[in-house]
Nanobody, 120 residues
């Protein structure tokens, strides 16, 4: 069984920064993709960013230039550095992990989510 545990969410003012972390444990392919999704109240869940185990990345247009996804394979951990946050970034953020066959969705497994709230 795979577990994904997110941390780092919270309340921040517009223009501020937050760094989310997600640690994966259990049994999974070492060659994989990990990603971040978000869901705001009343909106559909959307993918924010995704990264392969060889550091190939993809971003949603809404966060390009502001968010950076990275990972430490030795720690099975993925990060999302979020800068220049705006109120529209307010959402529950979910970490995901998937085999490369799920690229670019990386959605075989999901974390429980962490709340990010950006005040204006």
């Amino acid at each position: 069984q795979v577990q994904l545990v997110e941390s780092g969410g919270g309340l921040v003012q517009a223009g501020g920064s937050l760094r989310l972390s997600c640690a994966a444990s259990g049994s999974f392919f070492s060659i994989n993709a990990m990603g971040w999704y978000r869901q705001a109240p009343g909106k559909q869940r959307e993918q924010v960013a995704v990264i392969t185990s060889s550091d190939y990345t993809k971003y949603a247009d809404a966060v390009k230039g502001r968010f950076t996804i990275s990972r430490e394979n030795a720690k099975n951990t993925v990060y999302l550095q979020m800068n220049s946050l705006i109120p529209e970034d307010t959402a529950v953020y979910y970490c995901t992990l998937g085999s490369l066959s799920t690229w670019p969705y990386a959605d075989d497994y999901w974390g429980q989510g962490t709340q990010v709230t950006v005040s204006s």
